[in-house]
């Protein structure tokens, strides 16, 4: 199936662990995204990629680093989890000229606990 | 940078009863403004979206309106059905492409009750 896929689904953890989260999409675009969703499912822009470079950084904390292997994958690690961390991580992909056509992945769900 | 406000965070139509929910944006610049829905559950989707260029833009039920003078773009759902009810997302941006970041609204909880 064409789609963007995250693994995994759900992750609970501890604090203070480290978690990485993958993201792939098989639909040929250039450009991936990752969301954070809050409990109040606030949804904030957190990084963006376009053939493997960043382009969005917004100001999350530096525990947060994503990796970009190459266009169809970008994975988000995650180090010294808190429990603030706790949401959905959304990973999202689309073509550079139509960014508004974003396709989501099912997203995962982080529990810090 | 962008602020979007959008309101209301819930509300609850009877089926077959039209629904508005409403965003306010703050930077000028930003000239697209999708909208998404997201049910339970599930990813955001893009149902619709404007362009600074056109004022209404309408596909079957759902049509969005905007006014740049006063900052302000809505979504107008008619004759709802309860496989309307989901999250609704609005969003501004200041382009289409990448590197042009998307600023998403607060979300409205859309219910509709049959």
């Known amino acids: 199936d064409t789609a963007v896929s995250q693994t995994p689904k759900y992750l609970v953890t501890q604090m203070g662990n480290d978690k990485s989260i993958k993201c792939e999409q098989n639909?040929?675009?250039?450009?991936m995204y990752w969301y954070k969703q809050d409990s109040k499912k606030f949804l904030k822009i957190m990084f963006s990629?376009?053939?493997?470079?960043?382009?969005i950084n917004e100001t999350v904390p530096n525990r947060f680093s994503p990796k970009s292997p190459d266009k169809a994958h970008l994975n988000l690690h995650i180090n010294s989890l808190e429990l603030g961390d706790s949401a959905v991580y959304f990973c999202?992909?689309?073509?550079?000229?139509?960014?508004?056509?974003?396709?989501f992945g099912p997203g995962t769900r982080l529990t810090v606990t | 940078g962008e602020n979007v406000e959008q309101h209301p965070s819930t509300l609850s139509v009877q089926e077959g009863d039209s629904a508005v929910i409403k965003c306010t944006y703050s930077?000028?610049?930003?000239?697209?403004f999708p909208w998404y829905k997201q049910e339970l559950g599930k990813r955001p989707q893009l149902i619709i979206d404007?362009?600074?260029?056109?004022g209404e833009k309408k596909d079957q039920r759902i049509a969005v309106t905007l006014n740049k003078t006063a900052k302000h773009f809505s979504l107008h759902i008619t004759e709802t059905q309860p496989e309307d009810s989901a999250v609704y997302f609005c969003?501004?941006?200041?382009?289409?492409?990448?590197?042009?970041?998307?600023?998403f609204g607060t979300g409205t909880s859309l219910t509709v009750i049959p």
């Open positions: 999202a992909s689309s073509n550079s000229g139509r960014a508004y056509e974003q396709y």
């Open positions: 639909l040929g675009h250039d450009t």
């Open positions: 990629y376009n053939n493997k470079e960043l382009i």
């Open positions: 404007i362009r600074s260029n056109v």
């Open positions: 930077d000028s610049a930003s000239n697209y």
């Open positions: 969003a501004a941006s200041k382009g289409q492409s990448a590197g042009n970041q998307f600023y």
